[in-house]
């Protein structure tokens, strides 16, 4: 894929729409190489719930002395800038982000690109696509299971894994399903 890619990870305090955004975890690739990571946790302007600690290991002492959203910002944008936001269910991982930005008076629109949606078109045959089944049926070493980087790194191994085991063009073609369907968001990275 010609365009860059950035695969992106949130944890948050919860699914509820009052939650906010814990941890954010991005790697963005162009021509199929890594040129930038990110990776920082935040003050969620509350305490992190005993189940994401239980599910993350994310402790109410981990974001004592974490920036906010506001002050992450700045990088957010660079590393983002002109990338396809990827993401294992984009819907949840974009929702977050776009309330963070849109409470700072920023627009975020980007093109997405699901790896669930990836996963259920060029393998078919599997019926489970979360990531915990991708990087079990992959056989994909993760370093640790819902921490944000840690995550976009699995995304990013299936990506690749994608690469080998499909051409090019099957590939590309399972993505721009997803842009086409964006078209307007698409237009604006050419």
Known sequence: MSYPLAFIDVET???SIDSRVLEIGIIRVENNRVVDTFETMLDPLGYVPPIITEIT???NDDIE???QFEQAVPRLLEILDGTIFTAHNVSF???FMKREFAKQHNLFAPPLLCTVKLSRRLFPQYSKHSLEAIIERHQIPVSARHRALADAEAMWQFYQLMLHEFDLDTVEQAM???LKRQEPAFRLLR
């Open 176 to 178: 721009m399903a997803q």
């Open 13 to 15: 305090t919860g699914g």
């Open 93 to 95: 991982d974009y929702g």
């Open 57 to 59: 290991g994310i402790t």
């Open 65 to 67: 002395h974490a920036p």
